[in-house]
């Protein structure tokens, strides 16, 4: 894909961003953002590293969107340890043992229906984190694994995996010999989609290497995690030359469970390859892998360091649950072959060499990261989607302590009150919904936040009239939505609570929703509220359960013309079993708040879809209302990824687009004062980066978007935008909410949690 210059995307593109970004400066606000937690919840983990030469040993987290974190007391509480600066989204982490720190930016686990950020390249510090200097590689989109010679720390291995979206020029098994940057391609994709996802080198003979690589690939509505230019490869000459492992090198039958009974074969359906040796008998390796569509395909064990394998007794992953391109991974305890763990949504723990397996139970779900302290026996670290944790008793079940600081979350929205602006509550990613306050009690440590949702938190509302009554939703599995309505007794003294959960509105068959589902809350009357699918349904006033709470208030019928996201092109339509319907559908709602009552709901709606349409209706009060196709040619036909009406003129709106996930990293912010016959183009001087929110301050005539690089702001209808705020982390910001007068912005980082700022209007 292109960007809006008409250059392929790519690094020079990503640079470009980045030197824009960089380029505009601080309005009137000087003050720097404060961050507002949550810091008690905790966020992905993609990769640990262990530095033994402290007591007690310090330990660092590679934070998937949020830099690297480094805790010095045990792993109880951690701080940041990354410039603000920099690129946050993180893949991989390795120490080396002369103390450098090497970090692969860019997350290469995939998302099923969410979004992953890509990174520029290899970080390195040589300061225990303090500092961090840009280390070559930096068109490598991600990275799956960063592995170090045992015996000679300046040979470094990194596996760049790639973008999923766009064709990254640094793809594969990646060298440095103690040459700076100078970065030699060992292994080579035999693809454009195919990079390298792990590698391990033979603690006892670091010539033999084994590394893995992976074919995958994503669009806005399908993706392929695997291919025929996936592989696992074995070299014994320190990786001058390689040799692909197939069947042949399988002694007896292929696992049961592989469906295809492909095996390690070139095939289509082969994914992720994840690879362990055993640091106590090198002989013996372990690899796990998965289909194309997630389910567990192969769980093999070597006892000649990696040069033949044998289907283990039993399957670690599953066959049914359809997640294993997120996992593949292993580890070996450092004393026993035969003790290892699996990655998969709950942590997988066999005490003898695969032959069966259980659930080490206590951490969070979904596992990415495992390291033992070389220093103090039986002490082991896991990093998965709750942040980190660690055991004492060598990962034994129920012996998993969370740690208790952790200021990293992935945020995708946010709600404020408009009565009292420390009352918030966001949707976060695999942590389902939060906010500062429990029922009746007034929030006083904004850093300790509450669930009241579970899942993959996404939208939430709080009543902008009654902060009593607020909303949340997580991740939908279409047709049925999960949402619920909880009202509190009274903001302070009773803790009285109740909570409804949504009915799903009578969608016909075969409805898509998508991931991030909108839930909004009429801003006229907040006693009605709309949820999206292939169509948009708007709730009975305060009914949001039974049979006849939801009235669908758009044409139903997926892939008719005239619904609102229309056909899904063919190369859109996901073959993954377990995340299919969930592209094609409304991401955006936004009623006109003048031209409904405290009574009843506006009657002028604007709606966008994932498929690039925006659409308005100015009769959705009627029995049948029409809809009318906005800004065709002109418009691009991008997902819609936010919409903004003025609350007192219907006409003036504003509309952001984004096609991040075809590869595209162009802003798109676009207005029309004459209620969408016309539009023009504000995105001025913002940088070649996705718009994921716009927010508009009516009473100051002030604009806000969140970006990949921060918070942006017009005032007044000037001509360029501002950078608001300093020292906001460079991670992305999802959402950007006001307190009622205007003079507090928050924003919903994706990987730092939620910063405020208090701004001069």
């Avoid at 720097?32 to 590293?49: E, F, I, K, M, Y």
């Avoid at 969070?364 to 944790?389: E, F, K, R, T």
């Avoid at 004492?392 to 208790?404: E, I, K, S």
């Amino acid at each position: 894909m292109d960007d809006r210059s008409g250059h392929p995307t790519g690094e020079a593109q990503v640079a470009l961003a980045r030197q824009q970004a960089s380029r505009i400066p601080t309005g009137d606000t000087k003050q720097p953002w404060q961050s507002v937690g949550p810091t008690n919840v905790g966020g992905r983990v993609t990769d640990l590293a262990i530095d033994p030469t402290t007591s007690p040993s310090t330990v660092y987290a590679a934070v998937t969107s949020g830099g690297i974190m480094k805790s010095t007391d045990g792993g109880v509480t951690w701080a940041p340890s990354y410039p603000t600066g920099d690129q946050q989204a993180m893949g991989a982490l390795a120490r080396s043992s002369d103390g450098t720190l090497w970090a692969g930016t860019g997350e290469a686990n995939p998302s099923g229906g969410g979004t992953t950020f890509f990174g520029d390249g290899m970080y390195r510090s040589t300061d225990g984190g303090a500092s961090w200097s840009q280390w070559g590689l930096p068109d490598s989109g991600a990275f799956g694994r960063i592995v170090v010679n045992p015996k000679v720390p300046s040979q470094v291995w990194a596996a760049a995996t790639g973008s999923l979206s766009w064709v990254s020029g640094q793809r594969g098994l990646y060298e440095l010999n103690g040459r700076g940057k100078d970065w030699k391609l060992s292994l080579a994709p035999t693809n454009d989609t195919t990079g390298a996802i792990d590698v391990a080198v033979d603690p006892a003979d670091p010539n033999i290497i084994l590394a893995s690589m992976w074919d995958r690939s994503r669009n806005n509505g399908a993706f392929q995690y695997g291919g025929v230019g996936s592989g696992l490869y074995r070299s014994t000459n320190d990786g001058k030359t390689w040799t692909r492992l197939d069947n042949s090198a399988i002694n007896g039958p292929v696992c049961a469970w592989d469906q295809n009974q492909s095996g390690l074969n070139t095939d289509a359906d082969l994914g992720r390859i994840g690879i362990a040796f055993a640091p106590s008998d090198p002989n013996r390796v372990y690899i796990q892998f998965a289909g194309a569509n997630g389910p567990d395909k192969g769980f093999y064990v070597s006892n000649d360091a990696g040069a033949s394998w044998s289907c283990g007794a039993a399957e670690p992953g599953s066959v049914t649950g359809g997640y294993e391109w997120v996992f593949a991974r292993l580890w070996v305890d450092p004393v026993d072959e035969n003790h290892l763990f699996a990655a998969d949504v709950s942590l997988k723990e066999s005490t003898n060499g695969g032959a069966t397996w259980t659930n080490s139970s206590g951490p969070h779900s979904d596992q990415h990261a495992m390291a033992w302290d070389p220093q103090v026996p039986n002490l082991v670290y896991n990093g998965d989607d709750g942040g980190v944790y660690y055991s004492t008793q060598n990962g034994a079940t129920r012996t998993w302590t969370h740690a208790q600081v952790e200021p990293w979350n992935q945020s995708y929205h946010l709600a404020v009150s408009q009565q009292d602006s420390v009352r918030m509550a966001t949707g976060l990613q695999d942590q389902g919904s939060v906010n500062t306050w429990s029922p009746g009690v007034e929030p006083t440590d904004l850093t300790q936040w509450k669930s009241f949702g579970g899942g993959d938190g996404h939208w939430v509302q709080i009543d902008p009239n009654n902060q009593n009554t607020y909303y949340q939703c997580s991740q939908p599995v279409p047709p049925r939505i999960s949402c619920g309505r909880r009202v509190d007794a009274a903001s302070s003294g009773s803790t009285l609570s109740t909570n409804t959960s949504f009915s799903s509105p009578a969608w016909p068959s075969n409805t898509r929703i998508t991931t991030d589902m909108p839930i909004v809350l009429d801003p006229a009357d907040p006693n009605y509220v709309y949820v999206a699918g292939t169509s948009i349904a708007r709730s009975g006033d305060g009914v949001v359960s039974g049979a006849n709470a939801w009235t669908l208030i758009s044409p139903t019928t997926p892939d008719s013309p005239d619904s609102l996201p229309g056909k899904v092109p063919a190369n859109e339509i996901n073959p993954d079993t377990y995340y299919a319907n969930e592209y094609g559908a409304v991401t955006q709602i936004a009623p006109a708040k003048s031209t409904g009552t405290p009574t009843s709901p506006s009657s002028t709606i604007y709606a966008g879809t994932d498929t690039g349409k925006l659409w308005k209706t100015t009769n959705a009060t009627s029995a049948n209302p029409t809809w009318t196709q906005l800004g065709v040619g002109v418009l691009p036909q991008q997902w819609v990824t936010s919409i903004q009406v003025d609350p007192t003129n219907a006409n003036h709106v504003y509309a952001t687009f984004s096609d991040y996930r075809e590869g595209e990293l162009a802003a798109n912010v676009w207005m029309s004062t004459n209620g969408g016959r016309t539009w023009s183009n504000i995105s001025g001087n913002l940088p070649n980066a996705p718009v994921w929110m716009v927010t508009y301050d009516q009473a100051h005539n002030q604009l806000y978007v969140g970006t990949d690089y921060g918070v942006f702001y017009l005032k007044n209808g000037k001509k360029n935008w501002a950078r608001l705020g300093s020292q906001l982390p460079n991670c992305p910001v999802l959402d950007v909410k006001l307190s009622a007068d205007g003079g507090t912005v928050y924003a919903a980082t994706f990987g730092r949690g939620v910063y405020q700022l208090h701004v001069t209007n």
